[in-house]
């Protein structure tokens, strides 16, 4: 298993930029897939972004407009979601999880972040 924390979070305005760090511990980080997920008040969770455990595989979810990216460090263990151009709609808690499966279904992570709030103003 890997243990995971983030951190970026804040509150900003619409129109700035969030760059959440997703640091790891344990074994073998490179072997797992990252994925990026989210939940709004008052809303389910939500898939934001995944990456393969070599980097060179990456997919979004499709309302994100290509405003966010995903990328990771395997030599620093961290992942990274980089979130331009944020809108009121994109407050909500972001969590990462570590998943062996490449996949945007959430049961499939097995480790989860404790998650980072962020929270985009008018």
């Known amino acids: 298993q890997v243990q995971l924390v983030e951190s970026g979070g804040e509150s900003v305005q619409a129109g700035e930029s969030l760059r959440l760090s997703c640091a790891a511990s344990g074994r073998a980080f490179y072997t797992f897939v990252i994925g990026w997920f989210r939940q709004a008040p008052g809303k389910g969770q939500e898939h934001v972004a995944r990456?393969?455990?070599?980097?060179?595989?990456?997919d979004y979810a499709d309302s994100l407009d290509g405003r966010f990216t995903i990328s990771r460090d395997n030599a620093k263990t961290t992942a990274y979601l980089q979130m331009d151009d944020l809108k009121p709609e994109d407050t909500a808690v972001y969590f990462c999880a570590a998943s062996l499966l490449y996949t945007s279904n959430s049961s499939a992570y097995k480790s989860w972040g404790q998650g980072t709030q962020v929270t985009v103003s008018p």
């Open positions: 990456i393969a455990g070599g980097g060179g595989r990456t």
